[in-house]
């Protein structure tokens, strides 16, 4: 069976992430009456793309659902950057030469 998709939205939204910016682009497109396939990409440093099927009511609440999972990923990655570097300098701070 060929799937043929219809794409419905192009959004793009900014969002700030203790003090970093996270660019997301999103592309909908339309799977079933109510199932979306939803392509979010972000710019640098976040320059990946994932892509998501989401149930929803329209293809903006999927679109927002997609960018919200985008972000809730970087900002856990993020989140743990910081404190490793956190770590690593505690570490450094304590050493006797």
């Known amino acids: 069976m060929i799937h043929t998709y219809e794409r419905t939205k192009f959004v793009q939204k900014l969002i700030k992430v203790r003090d970093?910016?996270?660019?997301?682009?999103?592309?909908?497109?339309?799977?079933?009456?109510?199932?979306?396939r939803?392509?979010?990409?972000?710019?640098?440093?976040?320059?990946?793309?994932?892509?998501?099927?989401?149930?929803a009511k329209s293809d903006t609440l999927a679109a927002q659902e997609g960018i919200q999972r985008f972000v809730e990923e970087f900002e856990a990655k993020l989140l743990k950057d910081k404190r490793h570097a956190d770590d690593a300098g505690a570490g450094a701070e304590h050493q006797v030469n």
């Open 20 to 36: 970093m910016r996270v660019l997301a682009n999103a592309v909908v497109d339309q799977l079933t009456k109510n199932l979306f």
């Open 38 to 55: 939803v392509e979010v990409w972000g710019l640098p440093p976040h320059a990946e793309t994932r892509i998501y099927e989401i149930k």
